[in-house]
């Protein structure tokens, strides 16, 4: 009998080997996955509630007052995302023009500026199945996959063989990890550890530009010239390269252009990809469907015909300037993601929430709707970490609507 | 009741970096905001060379607080080889959350990596619950 493989929608790496065995309609065992994943895929412990005010309400009552905030807010928000199905995310976004909301999603303090320079064709990227295949040497830069996507080292990048590179880890692949403190990452990359000071990363990435021009690479900090040249003639030496950019570089950044500016650099003496280490298992699926909608990843507003956009309409800037009167929040929980001192803006305001589980945010909101878990509970297609479009089906069957349909709905009673 | 306990407890500035930990991540997946969940994640792993010199100890709690919000977390010393001598490590979580600066200088991105903070002893506070 031919196996069937399901994705797991733990991260943005969207596995899709996991074997899964069924007792009683509900998933009992799941085989490959990591620990994250196996938690995602297997139902949550405290399963959000449908209610409205806190109390118990009807699936029905819930939606049409969701829809009675969502038109009676002069300015409302519509944020999340990141854990979401494209076609829910296309849903929000038809709810958003109807409404005329702002819209964001947690790439706006993620990794937004990244995916962003990607989509606009001036940052080099690749596939993780050419990384499979081809890449020698694997740079982490400011991740710890080992920590927030288990299996990328193992699936994709250090120790899989590939077609072009059969030794695997032990012979055929370097990795290097640069980092402010030694990661589990960091330890399985030993000696090509590089670490720096916290906030350091754009003096680093400058001085390997440098490096690679021929000019002497300086820091400020304890790394002297001949240990950034020994890192950079290693990236030069790269016959496939690959930067795989975590949060930690992104944040210790004002600006994207020094990364950037290595990356050219890269190109002309190198051949350098880069993939942003995506956390949840669609935001980047949300930067492309608001991308071909608007041209915009993240960070707009919706008004008649016009898109506004900005990081005045970021979600942070939004709560913190008390812009927005009301608020859709789908699949995420910036209760717990936000500073608490933004997030608490949450509490003056009515909140809807469409989530699997029981979260802060549900917990506070206005109304609260359960939704199926995708990738266990209802199928759909997520964008990879790396730009590839992956389709996925349940698992098992759920009386529980998909976040696609609730938005529907809504949309509806619009 | 001892005396020790009107004594303001003595209050040091370090900075911390927050960190992923999949065991953590995991606890959030399968019990929510749960108690595993609140065991890996109000937690501050500390130098230790720092902890002798500020006098906390492992196992006690500890006071974290700035501007922006105050938490009573788990105190334990770090187990990195290296000293990172006034920095203090934490998961992400709504307890690192609580103390991010609301300031972004108007671009949208909050600064969630370096946190200032000052810390003492937390005497016997409650750990900080957002499970209410
Ligand atoms: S690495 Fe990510 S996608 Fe793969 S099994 Fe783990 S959580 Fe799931």
Known sequence: MEKEYYVCTGCGLLCDDIEIELDGGKVSKVNNACLKGVARLKECNRPAECSIDGAPASLDDAIIEAARILKEADSPVIFGMGNSTSQAQKNAIEVAKRTGAYFDDTSSFCQGPVVEAILEGSIRTCTLDEVKDKADVIVYWGADPSNSHPRHLSKYTYFPRGKERQRGWEEDRTAICIDVRKSDTATICGDKFYQIPPQADEELLNALTNGLSGKVPKVSFGMGPKKILELANMLKKAEFGVICVGLGLVYSLEEIEPLVRLMDKLNEVSNFHLIPMVGQYNMRGSNHNLHEETGYINRVKFTGNDVEHGAHCSVVELLRTRTVDAALIIGSDPMSSLPGSIAKELLDIPVITIDPCNTLTSRKAKVSIPAATAGSECGGTAVRMDGVEVEFKAMTETDRMCDAEILERIMGEL | ?132
Request: one cysteine or more; aromatic letters at 10%; glycine letters at 10%.
């Open chain 2, 1 to 132: 009741m001892g005396f020790g306990q009107f004594l303001k407890a003595p209050e040091y500035d370090i900075k911390i970096i927050t960190y992923r930990d999949v065991f953590q991540s995991t606890a959030l997946e399968s019990s929510g905001c749960g108690d595993e969940y609140a065991e890996r994640s109000a937690v501050i792993l500390l130098d230790k060379g720092d902890m002798k010199k500020m006098v906390l100890k492992d196992g006690r709690k500890a006071v974290l607080k700035n501007n922006f919000g105050r938490i009573v977390v788990h105190l334990r010393p770090s187990s990195y080889e290296e000293g990172h001598e006034g920095i203090g490590y934490m998961t992400n979580s709504p307890w690192s959350n609580a103390l991010v600066s609301s300031e972004t200088g108007g671009s949208g991105v909050p600064k969630f990596k370096m946190i200032k903070v000052s810390i003492s002893d937390a005497k016997d506070e409650k750990v900080t619950s957002f499970d209410e």
